[in-house]
């Protein structure tokens, strides 16, 4: 076995070892809430709690949730106790129960089918629209696993506000998203990068990348106010990172997503679509206004294949490649090697990505 391979199977047992740890911290987490003394379970409501929790929850890659572990580790720079791990991760489940949250009501937004290679849980027999109650329960959860753990912390106040802000944030992001693909009122010409980018910062950048981030460097004793760099390079890796969401909807292979692309069908604003809006020609975009937003197979078929013939694959390679660089240099000129060490974290975990 070469240097190279050796290096890459000791990371990957590293990550393993990491992923173990955390999910047993699932388990003493979801014990708790499921004995919680403010409500008082019947044996019914606790098993579809418990098995609402073991369907949304722990079922995705856990990269929001690991991160905040990985990046608290690489802020120390230290072995660190065991209780501080605890408490990172703790704090890293608080972020999958919030992306549970967004997740179960998103799919009865967008009437999606699948999820993380099953049907969504509002599909599942006998759920049905119990899945918002369901959604609400999850959101309810994270103050209580907070409250639990982290009340004595000089940071409780900052984690609140912090997880509140971004919830604002995601929440209206979502409403940017929809509201543009309101039935009947389809107009193509409304969509541009602005509004690509600002859908992409609010609805994905801030709670997927800067969240996770951001409760590493509260633990570590850090004022966020003094860290608006960091998140700045945070929210262009995660536009960065929906702009790879947006192609692999469309070229990804559904095996490996674990989800069947819905974006064309859905009317959604998609870097894929601003980008053929902005070098087709007047036929072509045509031919957009006549297919996209449509669900039906032959029309998604026709705006695939323009997506081929304006070449978009091309376009989002050279689009992948500087935005690797642009990131690249700018966490390089961090002074901290610390919080650079947390971005490149990110960055290669993202790059290239399949799924």
């Known amino acids: 076995m070469c240097t190279y391979q050796k290096l890459r199977a000791k990371k990957e047992a590293a990550m393993s070892e ?200 509260l633990m570590a004793g850090e004022n966020l106010d003094n860290h608006i760099g960091v998140k700045n390079i945070l929210i262009e890796m995660g536009t960065y990172f929906q702009v790879q969401d947006d192609y692999l909807d469309c070229f990804g292979d559904p095996k490996v997503m674990g989800k069947v692309g819905t974006d064309i069908e859905d009317f959604k604003c998609s870097w894929l679509v601003v980008k053929a809006l902005e070098c087709a020609n007047e036929e072509q975009k045509q031919l957009l206004h006549e297919n996209y937003g449509k669900a039906d197979q032959a029309c998604v078929a026709k705006v695939k294949e323009l997506y081929k013939v304006l070449d978009l694959e091309g376009a989002f390679a050279e689009y992948e490649s500087n935005s690797y660089e642009k990131l690249r240099k700018s966490i390089e000129a961090h002074p901290s090697k610390a919080v650079q060490a947390v971005l490149k974290s990110f960055l290669e975990k993202i790059y290239k990505r399949l799924k």
Not at 23 to 51: C, G
Not at 109 to 125: A, E, I, K, V, Y
């Open 18 to 217: 990491l992923k173990s740890k955390f999910l047993e911290v699932y388990s003493i987490l979801k014990s708790e809430l499921l004995h919680d003394p403010s409500f008082e379970f019947t044996h019914d409501s606790r098993q579809w709690v418990e098995r609402m929790l073991d369907y949304n929850v722990p079922g995705g890659k856990l990269n929001r949730g690991l991160s905040v572990l990985d990046s608290y580790k690489l802020l120390k720079g230290e072995e660190s106790a065991n209780d501080e791990l605890f408490l990172a991760c703790a704090l890293g489940w608080c972020i999958e129960w919030l992306q549970a949250y967004f997740l179960v009501l998103d799919d009865i937004m967008d009437n999606s089918h699948t999820r993380r290679g099953q049907p969504c849980w509002f599909r599942l027999p006998k759920i049905g629209l119990i899945a918002i109650n369901d959604g609400l329960i999850l959101r309810n959860h994270i103050p209580r696993i907070l409250k639990k753990y982290f009340r004595e912390k000089p940071y409780y106040v900052d984690l609140l506000d912090l997880f509140n802000e971004v919830e604002f944030q995601t929440a209206h992001g979502q409403m940017i998203d929809l509201v543009t693909t309101l039935e009947g009122e389809k107009d193509l010409s409304k969509y541009s990068l602005l509004l690509h980018r600002r859908i992409v910062q609010y609805k994905t950048a801030y709670y997927s990348f800067y969240l996770p981030v951001a409760c590493a460097l």
